[in-house]
Nanobody
């Protein structure tokens, strides 16, 4: 089906920047939108950002608006998450996800069919 591989995670100081990448392969023609989610230790998985392949329309969680930017490269089948002004609260495992559409709930985990393995982002104070 669709395989997703995240990369770019690491350790960074508060106020720093990091760019995550998600490379999609397989039956990518079934993918309608891509999303980024994150999960911190002891917390539930939460929505971060989403983008539509067709027109690049984006959606963001309020907690990251103005700091994070999601983008896509259709030719490379790759989605990026540029993270600026990072805070310790951003520390989490970040997951890339692919959805085939059929739902307007862009922020819901159930709207996505395939998930990457996750990449760790740690922000120190």
């Amino acid at each position: 089906q669709v395989q997703l591989v995240e990369s770019g995670g690491g350790l960074v100081q508060a106020g720093g920047s990091l760019r995550l990448s998600c490379a999609a392969s397989g039956r990518t023609f079934t993918s309608y939108r891509m999303g980024w989610f994150r999960q911190a230790p002891g917390k539930e998985r939460e929505f971060v950002a989403a983008i539509r392949w067709s027109d690049g329309n984006t959606y963001y969680a309020n907690s990251v608006k103005g700091r994070f930017t999601i983008s896509r490269d259709n030719a490379e089948n790759t989605v990026y998450l540029q993270m600026n002004s990072l805070k310790p609260e951003d520390t989490a495992v970040y997951y890339c996800a692919s959805g085939s559409g059929g739902s307007r709930r862009y922020s819901a985990s159930s709207s996505y069919d395939y998930w990457g393995q996750g990449t760790q982002v740690t922000v120190s104070s």
